[in-house]
């Protein structure tokens, strides 16, 4: 094979490179020059332990107990795959992380820079979703010993075309950050209602929220901290998809946040909220009025579209992905209202 020979003559050169440069992922010429050497002689090594990509990832802390590392935006191929976000919570007898990160080369780094933390064992990851960039991580922290805890909904992902080929995919794409070894982990619990986890006096509670942004998602709030990780579903200053979601669910949630005062928002993407309270009080508004209006509607036997175009749309029509999002946000709660006014009857 054409990378076998390839690797053999570039091997003496990773040595006295590798000899050169402090750390990977320092920013030195040498690094930088033998990164992509590296890439390709590490993988050659057999499958076992590959090297760090050249990202810089630094763990940012939000409260006493949370700190979390910021993927850059971008494509999902962008920063070596670094384009989500992961959560790090500290407990008093262990650690709970929320998200693994897109491949498992950055889930290592990743565990590299908590146990500059802490040498306390990191009891579960929870995956807010199953989407690639979230979970490719996960494997990393199994064998850590980590229990994977992820949201009903996630084996229709596991069981579908798409995540096997989005994976075959990403073995192309990303490569050798996600290669034959990266395997697709399903959860070892399902969550499927709230859900509460003690770690010694900081208390996580998970809430399922259906299938907003994916099959299934989940949000986390940290306390005493006041920290929520909201996964990929409460986008600051903007019109949320609302997809299949449980709104009942998703606006209970947020109810009990907005009373505990979310002194934090963590987004699956992008740096931590600038005004979390606004953030979540604006989901909250517009979750309830859709609820109302479209629960109007229904109750009134008055149809989507006649409903639709009467409605008074002005407190939200200038926020962005309005137009991109809103009708079809709508239609949504209208049909789920629709069926939970049968399942009453
Ligand atoms: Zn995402």
Redesign the pocket.
């Known amino acids: 094979m054409t990378r076998d020979i390839l690797s053999a003559i570039l091997a003496a050169t990773v040595l006295v490179l590798l000899s050169a440069c402090e750390r990977p992922g320092k920013q030195t010429d040498s690094a930088a020059i033998s990164a992509t050497v590296k890439n390709i002689a590490v993988v050659e090594t057999a499958g076992d332990v590959a090297e760090s990509p050249d990202v810089e990832m630094v763990l940012q802390k939000v409260s006493s107990h949370v700190y979390y590392v910021k993927g850059k935006s971008g494509v999902a191929t962008d920063n070596a795959g670094f384009?989500?976000n992961a959560g790090i919570i500290l407990g008093a007898d262990g650690i709970v992380l929320f998200d693994a990160l897109g491949t498992p080369a950055l889930a290592r780094l990743l565990l590299g820079k908590i146990r500059e933390l802490s040498d306390l064992p990191i009891k579960a990851v929870i995956a807010s979703?199953y989407?690639a960039?979230?979970i490719y991580g996960l494997q990393v922290f199994k064998e850590a010993g980590a229990t994977i805890l992820g949201p009903n909904g996630a084996e229709l992902y596991l069981e579908s075309e798409v995540a096997e080929q989005r994976l075959e995919e990403r073995r192309v794409s990303l490569y050798p950050w996600v290669d034959d070894n990266t395997q697709l982990l399903a959860p070892d619990e399902y969550i499927n209602a709230l859900h509460e986890l003690d770690m010694g006096g900081v208390r996580l509670t998970i809430t399922p929220l259906g299938a907003a942004?994916s099959d299934g998602d989940l949000a986390v709030f940290v306390e005493p901290d006041n920290v929520l990780f909201s996964?990929?579903i409460i986008f600051e200053g903007r019109i949320p998809f609302v997809g299949d979601a449980d709104t009942r669910a998703w606006l209970n949630a947020l109810g009990r946040m907005s009373e505990r005062k979310v002194t934090a928002l963590i987004p699956?993407?992008g740096g931590k909220a600038e005004k979390p309270d606004e953030a979540v009080a604006l989901t909250q508004r517009y979750l309830a009025f859709l609820r109302s209006e479209m629960g109007a509607a229904v109750d009134e036997f008055v149809s989507f579209d006649e409903a639709y175009g009467d409605i008074d749309w002005s407190e939200f029509a200038d926020l962005p992905a309005f137009e991109e999002a809103n009708r079809r946000n709508a239609y949504q709660v209208y049909l789920s209202l629709e069926a939970e006014g049968l399942a009453q009857q």
Do not use: A, L, V, Y
């Open positions: 384009i989500s979703h989407h960039d979230h942004h996964g990929d699956g993407h």
